[in-house]
């Protein structure tokens, strides 16, 4: 079965800096950074498959595609973790809610 290309990713030069610049900032979720690198990587000049990514990455060529897709459609914004449904959690120091 051949495989599906993925879409092209053209990064702008002020994504590939705020992309550089999430990945060296001590505050960034490590979440965040991991999804920065492969936008980074998706967006190099020799066009790597989704498959090339996953196998440098260490993760599959589904997660690839996953943020891929979510980046050309909401940019940056789209790497951020989405809102989860139902109550949120809450924290209480002394250990009774």
Same mark, same amino acid.
């Given at each position: ?11 702008? &030069? ?8 999430? &990945? ?11 999804? /920065? ?5 998706? +967006? ?14 260490? /993760?599959?060529?589904? &997660? ?10 909401? +940019? ?18 002394? +250990?009774?809610?």
């Amino acid at each position: 079965m051949p495989l599906a290309l993925s879409r092209s990713l053209v990064l702008t &030069t002020d994504q590939k800096l705020r992309l550089q610049s999430l &990945t060296r900032a001590h505050s960034s979720p490590q979440a965040l950074v991991f999804r /920065c690198r492969l936008i980074l990587r998706a +967006g190099a000049s020799d066009r790597p498959t989704d498959m090339r990514i996953a196998a440098e990455m260490y /993760c599959s060529r589904r &997660t690839v595609g996953l943020w891929r897709k979510r980046f050309l459609a909401h +940019g940056i914004a789209g790497l951020q973790d989405a809102p989860r449904s139902g109550k949120p959690r809450r924290f209480s120091p002394l +250990g009774s809610d």
